[in-house]
């Protein structure tokens, strides 16, 4: 068989209490009376004890085949570790009269090393079973902050073949006759086999350093309450994967617990270990095969050992009825489901996805009921990841984004992911206590706004903005009307609902609130401001007086028209003679989506009263916010103390700013006035000479792409623009669509969308239209 360290081969040096205190005295300077034996694998240990009767220190002394190098390369990680992280309770060799942290001593077997280390307290060998949760919490720390203590140590002698090191596993098949128990001898068997199929594959992209890979309880001495007090043995260090440490812990303290409890004693040790360091998504997948891969190995080198004679079977084989339980368990419960408790997540690989997707459509259905809007797509789509501009599905089929907005730095973007999985572990309270990140990111808000937009209230989501600004604007006018585009779309809250007419409940008007069309240049109707009037006619013959007007400043659900800046100025300043505050609703027009400046009223060239900001200001995290003016603040103030409990959380706010600065630093803005112009273009040149295209319209990278009969009536032909939506979902990109009529593509990607992915888009457009027939569906 391969090169085994000859450690494993020897026996533990035969060495007589009297002449372990004699090396403590002439080479360590230590007066000890007498040596009591403690019993290791490898070496022998001893604790030394003074003339009081007083345990003054432990003398471990090596077999004769272990190599100085290996010995001073653990002796320098300990001293390591010691500096960095202090307060580890860890045992560091004693220096010797002369300075070195070992000595040589001349058996008959040959020559053995000595190293004397200090008594550390508490006790050893615990009992595994009796570890409390928090003990195994604790441990987990523990695990993590010696690996995080050691991640910047290197020593030529950690590049070693230790066998105990799970790395090396394949090679206790070697052992598998030595295994007496025919049972344990199949489970180790099998358990390699996956090891060599799972493990090792992905095992060369795992993160690797020098690792201690032995926290077992027989090397710890823990307090009455199982807290590690003492960590005694380096003997197995090596350079090998992080979760090594986690695999061989574990397979010590989770051993003989209960099947069903098994899951989560190793959730609670990982929550501690994550508490110092962050494992990905590979280490946690393989956590259930590494515990596993370490109980065959403690199965197998025992066995081996013991029939080489080395160890006396029965001391030696004492775990390993115990672990081949571990893996039973693990068996029983499927390494997939312990690989999908680990993750977290119900994302599973390698089912049968067309049977999982609908039975999760079913689930969806029963469990989340007929009031939410329906899956979108006739064939939903069941995903896995996002990057950038991509979806990605369980099966690994990617779409090209180009239709949602919340997401707008990318999918997935590590500046914002990382930023909330910092601000996560750190701290999460909420504005009754101080906090730099959301106090920093409603200046840095405050400073992108016109003069007088000085106040910021922090909120969850873009209803909860708007509900606020409803609230702010009611109390300062004490009026109670509204005004909104006629296929507006502006939130669920009971106030935001009326002012909502894309969901109105049957269609029916609300009768404090009034519409208007906003233009519609295709077919050359409502240019002016009349319709606009007429709306705030039409309250004030009702008897209600407006307290706001609210405008989605890139009109997403209205079908992206484009009104002209005079418009929008003529709107604004009839509204304010009427009485009414004006809001602008920036949660589809804000964060650069137009192109035009980070927020779409910049372009109107108008103040608003009251801004309001959701959706793509945290890239997907929840978080929303409403900026206005003191004054208005003021007024809400005599009324009302104002608190939301997540709103400014610092969470929400790390996100926030993370994306503030990505917009700025890739320069999205113009970046999304650019890519637009050239979507646009693209889709024109793909479109020309088809009828059913009537107009290409939008701003930014908010596109609305009208289709019509093509019969010269400009019908809207919402069926034809259904079809076109689901045949480019079938080509693998991603729209929606939009309008009272249902008939315009809604085009409004990521704003990272980049010219490569305005091809793509350009080339599966052409595809669909000339696959999709005038009047499908009709
Ligand atoms: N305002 C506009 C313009 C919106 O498009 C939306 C959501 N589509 C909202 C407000 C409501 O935001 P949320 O869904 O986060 O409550």
Not at 68 to 93: G, K, R, S
Not at 99 to 111: C, K, P, Y
Not at 326 to 345: N, W
Request: charged residues 25%; hydrophobic residues 45%.
């Amino acid at each position: 068989m391969a090169h085994i360290d000859p450690v494993l081969l020897a026996a533990p040096p035969r060495i007589e209490p009297a002449r372990a205190l004699e090396v403590a005295r002439t080479a360590f300077g230590i007066d000890a009376v007498s040596a009591r034996d403690l019993g290791s694998e490898r070496d022998r240990a001893f604790m030394l004890t003074g003339a009081e009767g007083t345990d003054v220190a432990v003398m471990k002394v090596s077999n004769t085949s272990e190599d100085t190098a290996t010995l001073d390369m653990e002796a320098a990680a300990v001293v390591h570790a010691a500096q960095v992280d202090p307060d580890l309770p860890l045992a560091i060799p004693r220096q010797t009269v002369d300075g070195a942290r070992r000595t040589a001593l001349d058996i008959d077997e040959g020559t053995c090393q000595v190293r004397l280390y200090d008594v550390l307290p508490g006790r050893g060998r615990s009992d595994p079973r009796e570890l409390s949760d928090a003990a195994i919490v604790g441990w987990g720390e523990t695990t993590a902050r010696i690996g995080r203590a050691l991640r910047g140590f290197m020593h030529p002698a950690a590049v070693r073949s230790m066998l105990w090191d799970v790395q090396h596993a394949a090679r206790t098949r070697a052992f598998l006759p030595d295994i007496r128990d025919a049972g344990q001898r199949a489970i180790v068997e099998r358990t390699l086999d996956r090891f060599e199929t799972v493990v090792a594959p992905v095992w060369p992209s795992l993160r690797a350093q020098v690792v201690h890979a032995d926290l077992t309880t027989d090397n710890t001495l823990v307090d009455d309450h199982g807290r590690i007090t003492g960590i005694v043995d380096f003997g197995d260090m090596s350079h090998s994967a992080l979760i090594t440490d986690i695999a061989s812990a574990l397979d010590s303290i989770v051993s003989d617990r209960p099947a069903d409890d098994l899951l989560r004693l190793i959730r609670l040790y990982l929550d501690g270990y994550e508490r110092i360091t962050a494992l990905d998504d590979d280490e946690l997948r393989l956590t259930g095969d590494l515990l596993a891969t370490r109980a065959a190995i403690t199965i197998a080198i025992p066995a081996w050992r013991a029939a080489q004679g080395l160890e006396d079977a029965a001391f030696a084989e004492r775990y390993s009825a115990v672990v081949a339980r571990t893996i039973e368990s693990l068996e029983g419960i499927g390494y997939d489901t312990v690989a999908r408790r680990m993750l977290g997540s119900p994302a599973a690989a390698g089912i049968d996805l067309p049977a999982a997707t609908a039975a999760l459509i079913d689930r969806r259905a029963a469990v989340l009921g007929p009031a939410l809007e329906p899956l979108s797509y006739e064939t939903p789509l069941h995903l896995e990841r996002g990057e950038g501009t991509w979806l990605i599905d369980v099966a690994g089929r990617r779409y090209l984004d180009a239709y949602n907005n919340v997401p707008s730095v990318g999918h997935g973007h590590p500046r914002v992911t990382s930023a909330i999985a910092r601000a996560a572990r750190r701290l999460n309270t909420n504005l009754r206590y101080l906090h730099e990140d959301a106090i920093e990111l409603a200046e840095r808000l405050v400073a992108t706004m016109p003069d007088g937009l000085d106040t910021v209230l922090f909120v969850n989501s873009g209803s909860e903005a708007n509900d606020l600004a409803w609230r702010l604007a009611t109390t300062a006018t004490g009026a109670r009307g509204g005004l909104c585009t006629a296929f507006a779309y502006h939130g669920i809250s009971e106030a935001i609902a009326p002012l909502s007419p894309e969901s109105w409940p049957g269609g029916r008007q609300p009768d404090h609130i009034e519409t208007w069309a906003p233009p519609d240049a295709l077919r050359g109707a409502d240019l002016d401001g009349a319709a606009f009037e007429a709306a705030l006619a039409r309250l004030a013959a009702r008897g209600v007086a407006p307290a706001a007007v609210i405008l989605d400043g890139a009109l997403t659900s209205d079908g992206y028209p484009v009104p002209e800046p005079a418009l929008v100025q003529g709107w604004a300043s009839a509204a304010r003679a009427a009485g009414a505050l004006w809001v602008a609703d920036e949660v589809q027009g804000g964060h650069g989506r137009t192109g035009a400046g980070l927020w779409s009223f910049e372009r109107f060239g108008i103040v608003p009263d009251i801004v309001t900001l959701g959706k793509p200001m945290g890239n997907g995290h929840p978080v929303g916010a409403v900026i206005t003016r003191r004054d208005l603040v003021r007024h809400f103030a005599e009324e009302t103390v104002f608190f939301s409990t997540f709103g400014g959380n610092p969470v929400a706010a790390a996100a926030s700013l993370a994306v503030l600065d990505v917009i700025a630093d890739e320069r999205l803005v113009d970046r999304a006035a650019d890519t637009g112009e050239q979507l646009r273009a693209a889709i024109h040149e793909a479109a020309a000479g088809d009828k059913r295209i009537a107009d290409v319209r939008g701003i930014g990278l908010a596109t609305g792409v009208e289709i019509v009969r093509p019969d010269g009536s400009l019908a809207p032909d919402r069926a034809t623009a259904g079809a076109i939506r689901e045949a480019l979902r079938g080509e693998g990109v991603l729209v929606g669509t939009a309008g009272a009529a249902g008939n315009v593509l809604k085009v409004r990607p990521p704003l990272v969308f980049g010219l490569d992915e305005v091809e793509i888009f350009a080339a599966a457009f052409r595809s669909v239209l000339a696959s999709t027939s005038a009047h499908a569906g009709t």
